[in-house]
């Protein structure tokens, strides 16, 4: 028997013109699908991560985007037999808990990265606490950012932050223009770690936090950590797995 799929596409031209033409092909089970195909770049993979978690339910995508990192090829002919073969890669949030002086928490849930930044021409100052234990007692920048391994090929990568393997157990932290300390570069953090970044002169220097695309303006405090109890699943085609896809990227130049 086929598996079961549902087709979901972004805004784009393209895209919205193949989705009818693979609905006639393979059908479309909607909320009885066993796999879910969005068609569209990394952004709206993360948007479907998004509206399908805790479903249960697998993702494969294919690229319609500008870069399609997280994205397979689009090929319309020969899907059952890619689906069948591919290979899935289970991926964890971050969970972002955002306290504002004015307000209750906030929070939200982040498969690509939290990032914090300055919301003036002031640089921000930031206090980094790992696990209850103060490790930089004040670090002036642009912002920082926490990365999951899936997300660390995307603005982690664009801010010089290290790329990780999909099955790493690390969380890259990244500073955005570090003017001190100059030569802090980040750290490799474990999974586990419990993340505590409170806003210094946050009056003064008000900052912003965005878990992908949730933003609360004029934080005090910042709490990270990993959701393990959500688990996502993507399917790649074989052989471009997501690690594979991670390595390659180390060796371009």
């Known amino acids: 028997m086929a598996v079961k799929l549902h087709f979901v596409a972004s805004d784009a031209a393209e895209a919205q013109s193949v989705l009818p033409r693979l609905r006639e092909r393979y059908g479309d089970a909607g909320e009885e699908a066993a796999i879910i195909v969005a068609l569209g770049g990394d952004g709206f993979m993360l948007q479907t991560l998004h509206e399908f978690m805790g479903k249960g339910v697998p993702i494969y995508g294919m690229n319609f985007g500008s870069v399609g990192f997280l994205m397979n090829e689009l090929h319309e002919h020969d899907l059952p037999d890619r689906l069948a073969a591919a290979t899935a890669a289970k ?45 930089l007692e004040e670090l002036v920048c642009d912002g920082i950012l926490v990365s999951t391994p899936a997300g660390s090929t995307a603005y982690n990568l664009s801010a010089h932050g290290p790329i990780l393997p999909i099955d790493s157990a690390l969380l890259a932290m990244t500073p955005l223009s570090a003017f001190r300390p100059r030569r802090w570069r980040g750290a490799l953090l474990p999974h586990q770690a419990q993340i505590r970044i409170d806003i210094l002169e946050p009056h003064k220097r008000p900052v912003s936090a965005t878990a992908d695309n949730k933003e609360v303006r004029e934080v005090v405090r910042v709490e990270i950590a990993e959701d393990r109890n959500t688990t996502m699943t993507m399917l790649f085609d074989e052989g471009h797995s997501l690690d594979e896809r991670i390595l390659a990227e180390q060796f371009l130049y």
Do not use: C, Y
Request: hydrophobic share 45%.
């Open 91 to 135: 991926v964890h949030p971050l969970l972002m808990k955002a306290i504002t002086a004015g307000g209750p928490p906030q929070e939200a849930l982040a498969f690509n990265e939290v990032s914090l930044l300055r919301e003036t021409r002031q640089a921000a100052k930031l206090r980094i606490m790992l696990d209850g234990k103060v490790r």
